[in-house]
């Protein structure tokens, strides 16, 4: 009987460059679809964060662009599944509940869903990163992990003491 083997091996580098191939088309697809979720936003306080976020992410995309550069690649998207079913909920819930005051609630839950898919993410990147000795790439990695997580905390903070008491109270 005779055993068949994968016509490549494909190594942990491999992996990190798909990887971060796709953590470049999330963050992309984040960039414009952040303006939408801004803009349909009713709560003021949510309506900053996301505009803040954008921001953020316009940093985002310039580390993993100096990620490719330390690799010697041309920046390059592999289209992320996970992050195109995240942002079509996102949208579905702008039209359902437009008007509504559960909007914001579930806005927020959209981007929550985003913000974990991400700390998901940067997290094995960094770790990938510090197993290949991929020092620079690490350090970029940790500091948008940091900015990440700072920003779920600022949205449950957002949902907890305002959007949340709002939707339930209608």
């Given amino acids: 009987m005779a055993t068949t083997k994968p016509a490549t091996t494909k190594g942990l580098g491999e992996l ?32 900053a964060a996301f505009e803040k976020h954008h921001g953020e992410t316009q940093e985002h995309v310039a580390r993993l662009e100096e990620i490719f550069e330390i690799l010697g690649m041309k920046p390059q998207a592999k289209t992320c599944a996970a992050i195109m079913g995240i942002t079509e909920e996102g949208a579905e819930i702008i039209e359902e509940y437009k008007g509504s005051p559960a909007l914001d609630a579930g806005l927020l839950a959209a981007a929550q869903a985003v913000e974990h ?6 997290g094995t990147l960094r770790t990938w990163a510090s197993e290949l000795g991929l020092t620079a790439a690490v350090q970029l990695l940790d500091l948008t992990l940091a900015e990440e997580k700072k920003t779920d905390v600022a949205l449950t903070e957002i949902a907890e003491s305002a959007v949340n008491v709002a939707a339930e109270a209608a």
């Fill in 16 to 47: 990190f460059r798909d990887t971060l191939k796709d953590i470049y088309f999330a963050e992309k697809k984040i960039l414009s679809t952040l303006p939408k979720m801004a803009k349909a936003a009713q709560s003021p306080e949510l309506k």
């Fill in 117 to 122: 898919y991400e700390i998901s993410r940067y």
